[in-house]
């Protein structure tokens, strides 16, 4: 498994390097490396959304089923599966995704923990380079509190209307909470050049999250 992820370390060298030749900093190379990717797996984050609308669209009717067929389950399973036919909900898709993008985060990984002790950038004049981890801890709290704002906003007005009708305010600020805690853990005492892959992806996600609520993200969802 090593090796697999080595290879995709030495399939991404090529255009860190190239990026780094045209901005001659390594932070910015990393930031535009990883938009670059998340561009291009964003069509997989989109199929993720558009389960999380349709999920969304679907829980108080999935909520009203359950209190209704509470005593009879086998009842309430077939509908359950009728629903999710209704809604076009595919409940292991979004780990499709997930899947898709774990072996890119690897193949980073690999890549900046090998080269990230060659590395440095004035966006971080504070380290020596960028295989240490960040003793100010400016880039993992960056990369919580992008990962706190995106876990707030809904995808849609309508989710948004939805999700409040079966969920408290309080419980959206815990998972919020939780959602920004694993970034931070994880990046706390990880090479920051990893934690600025981890961020520049993040605030890619935050700006994707509004473009989903604009008129033309809300119809790409709606398909």
Same mark, same amino acid.
């Given at each position: ?12 060298? *090529?255009? #860190?390097? /190239?990026?780094?030749? @045209?901005?001659?900093?390594? =932070? ?6 990883? +938009? ?66 774990? *072996?890119? #985060?690897? /193949?980073?990984?690999? @890549?900046?923990?090998?080269? =990230? ?6 966006? +971080? ?68 050049? #990893? ?9 890619? =996600? ?18």
């Amino acid at each position: 498994m090593y090796t697999w992820f080595h290879s995709i370390s030495a399939i991404l060298v *090529p255009p #860190l390097s /190239g990026l780094h030749a @045209l901005t001659h900093d390594w =932070g910015i190379a990393i930031i535009a490396l990883t +938009l670059l990717v998340k561009t291009g797996l964003s069509y997989f984050n989109l199929l993720v959304a558009r389960q999380q609308v349709r999920s969304s669209a679907m829980q108080p009717k999935l909520k009203e089923m359950r209190e209704r067929l509470a005593s009879a389950p086998q009842q309430l399973m077939a509908e359950t599966m009728k629903l999710y036919q209704e809604h076009r909900v595919r409940p292991f898709q979004p780990f499709v995704g997930l899947l898709v993008q774990m *072996p890119v #985060l690897m /193949g980073m990984y690999g @890549l900046l923990v090998t080269h =990230g002790s060659t590395m440095t950038s004035v966006l +971080l004049p504070w380290a020596a380079h960028l295989a240490m981890a960040d003793p100010y801890h400016v880039v993992p709290l960056a990369t919580a509190l992008f990962s706190f704002v995106t876990a707030l906003i809904p995808l849609t007005e309508a989710s948004a209307s939805m999700n409040a009708a079966v969920t408290s305010g309080a419980s959206r600020w815990v998972l919020a909470a939780v959602v920004a805690l694993l970034p931070l853990l994880f990046m706390w005492r990880s090479p920051i050049a #990893l934690g600025l892959y981890w961020m520049a992806g993040t605030a890619f =996600g935050l700006l994707e999250r509004g473009f989903y609520r604009t008129r033309w993200g809300r119809a790409l969802l709606a398909k």
